[in-house]
């Protein structure tokens, strides 16, 4: 079983930082992609930023030159920097990541449960 647990949301002013955390546990033998998205009220999940596990990122247009996702692959923990953020960034945010279980190729995503970020003009 593997399991993400993200942390670090909460209710932030317009033009304040938050940094979220998401860490994977259980059967795992590799990561590659991680990702963050996000989910507002009446609306659908979009793809915030992710990273692959050479390095690579991408990212939505609406966050570009504000968020910042890294990773720690020996903490199996992917992080992201959320700077001058907007009324409008308010949503649950959601980890997600692929992940290789053993020797074999099959990759299998998992997400975890999301954590709420607020901001308040």
């Known amino acids: 079983q593997v399991q993400l647990v993200e942390s670090g949301g909460g209710v932030v002013q317009a033009g304040g930082s938050l940094v979220l955390s998401c860490a994977a546990s259980?059967?795992?033998?590799?990561?590659?992609?991680m990702a963050w998205y996000r989910q507002a009220p009446g609306k659908q999940r979009e793809l915030v930023e992710g990273?692959?596990?050479?390095?690579?990122?991408n990212y939505a247009d609406s966050v570009k030159g504000r968020f910042n996702i890294a990773r720690d692959d020996a903490k199996k923990t992917v992080y992201l920097q959320m700077n001058s953020l907007k009324p409008e960034d308010t949503a649950v945010y959601y980890c997600?990541?692929?992940?290789?279980?053993?020797?074999?190729?099959?990759?299998?995503?998992?997400w975890g449960k999301g954590t709420l970020v607020t901001v308040s003009s």
């Open positions: 259980g059967t795992i033998f590799s990561i590659n992609t």
């Open positions: 990273i692959a596990n050479g390095g690579n990122t």
């Open positions: 997600k990541a692929v992940i290789r279980t053993d020797v074999s190729t099959r990759q299998y995503q998992y």
